[in-house]
């Protein structure tokens, strides 16, 4: 089954660090743009994250605060997430785009864009 599957959410106090992963099941993430959004109860999703071939980007919330990677040999993308405050607090998920590899990647294309997505990870912040 193809599939992507996030991990790493939980709890954290403000100001903590988390680090969530995005492993690919049945497929290999490279040639895949891979996102990461956010959504809160009551918000609209947001985009939080991408990185393509040899770009990232970030949302404007997050910039400075989170990095993101790709590690092909394990298949998996991670998220470092620090300082982390508590508008963070969301159902992270990662989706994967196989068409804009080598380009510039957008943080939050439309959802026709993506070819998978993952169910999500929660991260609450609080004290």
């Known amino acids: 089954q193809l599939q992507l599957v996030e991990s790493g959410g939980g709890l954290v106090q403000p100001g903590g660090s988390l680090e969530l992963s995005c492993t690919a099941s049945?497929?290999?993430?490279?040639?895949?743009?891979i996102g990461w959004f956010r959504q809160a109860p009551g918000k609209e999703r947001e985009g939080v994250s991408c990185?393509?071939?040899?770009?990232?980007n970030y949302g404007n919330s997050v910039k400075g605060r989170f990095t993101i990677s790709r590690d092909n040999a394990r298949n998996t993308v991670t998220l470092q997430m620090r300082d982390l405050r508590p508008e963070d607090t969301a159902v992270y998920y990662c989706v994967a785009d196989r068409r804009h590899y080598s380009d510039v990647c957008a943080v939050k294309g439309p959802d026709a864009l993506y070819d998978y997505w993952g169910q999500g990870t929660q991260v609450t912040v609080s004290s």
């Open positions: 049945g497929f290999t993430l490279y040639g895949y743009v």
């Open positions: 990185i393509s071939a040899y770009h990232t």
